[in-house]
């Protein structure tokens, strides 16, 4: 079974600039969760869909941050315009219906460095 | 106070001890998961305990659902287990909260 891929795998762009990032769940997973990981730290939610609508995304800095799931399947997570401090790993994680029921799965993450 | 504590933050052992990371919550959770994550970035799933202990290979997970307490031990620990093992724990709510992690360095 193919896991959660996400690309790219590795990104620098500078401050103010923009970046999207792409994320591909398991097959027939509804749910879709991307994390942001700072250095140190353990993983913070940004927004989390079911099938392509929004069920969470109270910590999303909406200002700059989009997320979309259009037809339920890929994600995309974009940053416009970047800031130094929006330097992390990007985690995408999908699970069949949430994590109170069934394992989440995670993807290699994107490694975001903002100069 | 972060939701899920864990404890300790950095470990180094020697090849073949016996490594025990222990964590704690503060909500009330239908499940907790072990994650490990490699230098790499990528997140695996180890475990998702509800009750009990489960095992895999040299890998035992248990939970104390009364105490909020979990513990993942390693037996006969080896270098490529050096990693960052992350608690993370659904609430009733849905939600997913994530522990800091424990750094495992395992010298040969």
């Known amino acids: 079974e193919a896991g959660v891929a996400q690309s790219p795998r590795y990104k620098i762009i500078e401050k103010r600039q923009s970046v999207a990032f792409w994320c591909n769940p398991i097959?027939?997973?509804?749910?879709l969760y991307w994390y942001q990981q700072i250095l140190g730290q353990g993983p913070k939610l940004l927004i989390q869909?079911?099938?392509?609508?929004?069920?969470?995304d109270s910590q999303l800095p909406k200002d700059r941050f989009s997320a979309e799931r259009l037809k339920g399947v890929d994600s995309t997570l974009k940053i416009q315009p970047a800031k130094l401090e929006d330097s992390a790993v990007y985690l995408c994680?999908?699970?069949?219906?949430?994590?109170?029921?069934?394992?989440?799965?995670f993807g290699q993450g994107t490694r975001l460095t903002v100069v | 106070k972060n939701e899920v504590e864990q404890s300790p933050q950095n470990l180094t052992a020697q090849e073949g001890e016996f490594i025990t990371i222990n964590c704690s919550y503060s909500?009330?959770?239908?499940?907790l998961h072990w994650l490990q994550q490699h230098p790499g970035g990528g997140i695996v799933s180890l475990f998702m305990?509800?009750?009990g202990k489960k095992k895999h290979g040299r890998l035992i997970a248990t939970i104390n659902i009364q105490e909020k307490h979990s513990s993942l031990h390693i037996t006969a620990s080896h270098p490529r287990d050096s990693a960052v093992y992350i608690c993370?724990?659904?609430?009733?709510?849905?939600?997913?909260?994530f522990g800091t992690g424990t750094s495992l360095t395992v010298i040969p």
């Open positions: 994680a999908s699970s069949l219906v949430n994590v109170m029921n069934t394992e989440a799965f």
């Open positions: 097959s027939g997973h509804a749910t």
């Open positions: 909500v009330g959770i239908s499940a």
């Open positions: 305990l509800s009750s």
């Open positions: 869909f079911q099938n392509n609508g929004v069920v969470d």
């Open positions: 993370a724990v659904a609430n009733t709510g849905n939600q997913f909260y």
